[in-house]
């Protein structure tokens, strides 16, 4: 309505202003016919606002109708959501009741269970005339014979599955390796043996009243033996190096022929001089082996010694050389560390060097010597440990011992004396007896100490027990004693009937 009387005002306006403006500009029309022109156009206009209230009011209708239904429908929903609620409130209410009787229910049957326990513990103990304590110590017992069971048992699987894991894998490497390395062996003995031309040379290196040989064998600090063989002089020392000091000088003086305590005294000092040279030599030969060009020079000095050590009949320089190259072929098979391995097989036996100056095992000077030289600690470790009395603490030690034990077991690279053998293999019976106790009745060390057989009292002990007794034995050897190669132990029980039919 508002927009009609808008629209009449403005059709009035207009008219005054169109009666204005012909009145102003003096048009000659008549009054009727400008009021007649201007009441249609309002109507026209009329008509026309009519019409579009009339769409205004359908289209608010229309609206209004789409909002009656949605605020419908978002009671709906709410009124829905309300039952939902009111009803999931009525089941937690009714479940909590259900949880508190099963609560009051459990606690119920659990005092029941508890004075049902004491009423049977009473009447087993009754029934049984055991105690409590007497029952328990039973039952521990019988626990303990099932956990030996059970240990026998998974030492069977577990040496069952190395086996089948591991044999073929570690044939492979060690053939490879073994077959990599070659290496001539040469016993060493305490006796140097030097050929003369003639035997009045003997009587030159006497001297008069035996001053020259005096004079060499004070300098020199070895025994000089003239009266063994014909045309030969011999040269005897504990030490090696001794030893070769005094060959190379008593070289010297038969080639130049002029043998006095003076020529002697300069002959000796040059062999020093000419073995220091050899030693450094020796040094870097082996320092090359072991891919260790910026070694120490005092570590230098050491293991170039080693050409004039010896172990059971084996020189240090061939053993370390051979060892080196085991052990890193092993290295490289198993993906471990080559480089550490090598310098652990070079210095592993550099302890043998001093050990005449320190009362210690070899391998504890050894690693007290790496120790010095500020060497990392799993070098150290791999270097003191590889006879397994120190634990490894890495791969790479453990492959510097199984090298060192594949060197040693060679046929042929170590010669034992017999009364070191004697002893070793006391040694190893002595162990299975201790390990063993009073249900061996035999111990029996066969195939030169590489096998130990121990016969058990059958009826003192179970096949489950001899299995877990075996493990202690070995065990207890690996740790304990030293000897080349490896030994096996064989644990026998055997039940025998007899009967004489007379």
């Known amino acids: 309505m508002e927009t009609i009387l808008l629209l009449l005002g403005g059709l009035l306006v207009g008219v005054g202003v169109s009666f204005g403006y012909f009145k102003f500009r003096k048009v000659d029309v008549s009054k009727e016919k400008i009021l007649e022109d201007a009441r249609k156009e309002a109507q026209k206009k009329l008509k026309k606002a009519d019409e579009e209230a009339n769409a205004l009011m359908k289209e608010s209708e229309t609206l209004a109708k789409k909002v009656r239904k949605e605020s419908l429908e978002q009671e709906n929903i709410l009124l829905e959501r309300e039952q939902a609620i009111n009803k999931r409130s009525k089941m937690l209410d009714g479940k909590s009741e259900s949880l508190e009787k099963e609560k009051d229910s459990v606690k119920s049957t659990k005092k029941q269970l508890e004075e049902n326990r004491l009423r049977l513990k009473k009447e087993l103990e009754k029934i049984s005339n055991l105690t409590r304590d007497e029952a328990r110590e039973k039952l521990l017992k019988e626990v303990d014979e099932d956990l030996l069971n059970y240990k026998a ?5 577990a040496e069952a599955e190395v086996k089948e894991v591991s044999q073929e894998k570690a044939k492979e490497i060690l053939v490879d390796t073994m077959q990599s390395i070659e290496t ?3 016993s060493e003995t305490t006796t140097s043996v030097i050929k003369l031309s003639d035997e009045k040379v003997k009587g030159r290196i006497i001297g008069k009243d035996g001053r020259n040989i005096r004079a060499f064998e004070k300098v020199t600090g070895v025994d000089v033996v003239v009266d063994e063989a014909p045309n030969a002089i ?4 504990f ?3 001794r030893r070769e000091i005094a060959r190379v000088a008593l070289e010297k003086l038969i080639k130049d022929g002029r043998i006095h305590p003076g020529s002697i005294e300069d002959e000796v000092r040059k062999a020093k001089n ?6 450094k030599k020796n040094g870097m030969i082996l320092a090359e082996e072991a891919d260790w060009p910026g070694i120490d020079p005092g570590l230098l000095k ?3 010694k080693m050409k004039y050590r010896s172990s059971y009949g084996q020189s240090l320089m061939d053993h370390t050389t051979e060892l080196i190259r085991i052990g890193s072929s092993i290295a490289s098979s198993l993906n471990a560390d080559v480089d550490l391995v090598k310098k652990a097989c070079l210095l592993h036996d550099v302890g043998k060097v001093l050990s005449h100056k320190i009362d210690q095992p070899h391998h504890h000077i050894s690693g007290q010597v790496a120790r010095k030289y500020n060497l990392p600690e799993k070098l150290v470790n791999a270097i003191e440990s590889h006879h397994l009395d120190i634990d490894t603490q890495s791969v790479e030690a453990v492959i510097v011992h199984i090298a060192d034990a594949i060197s040693g077991a060679r046929p042929g690279a170590r010669r034992d004396t017999y009364e070191a053998y004697i002893k070793r293999v006391e040694a190893i019976e002595n162990v299975a007896k201790e390990v063993g106790g009073e249900k061996l009745d035999e111990v029996f060390a066969i195939h030169a100490g590489r096998e130990i057989r121990v016969i058990v009292k059958p009826k003192e002990t179970t096949d489950d027990q001899i ?4 493990k202690d034995i070995a065990t207890e050897i690996q740790k304990s004693q030293t000897y080349p190669g490896t030994i ?5 029980r055997e039940n025998r009937a007899i009967e004489v039919a007379s």
């Open 153 to 157: 048992k998974k030492i069977r699987e």
């Open 184 to 186: 001539d062996y040469v």
């Open 234 to 237: 011999g040269v005897s020392s």
């Open 239 to 241: 030490d090696p190096l």
């Open 274 to 279: 000419e073995i220091a040279q050899e030693i």
């Open 302 to 304: 050491l293991i170039g």
């Open 467 to 470: 299995t877990v007794m075996a």
């Open 488 to 492: 096996q132990v064989t644990v026998i």
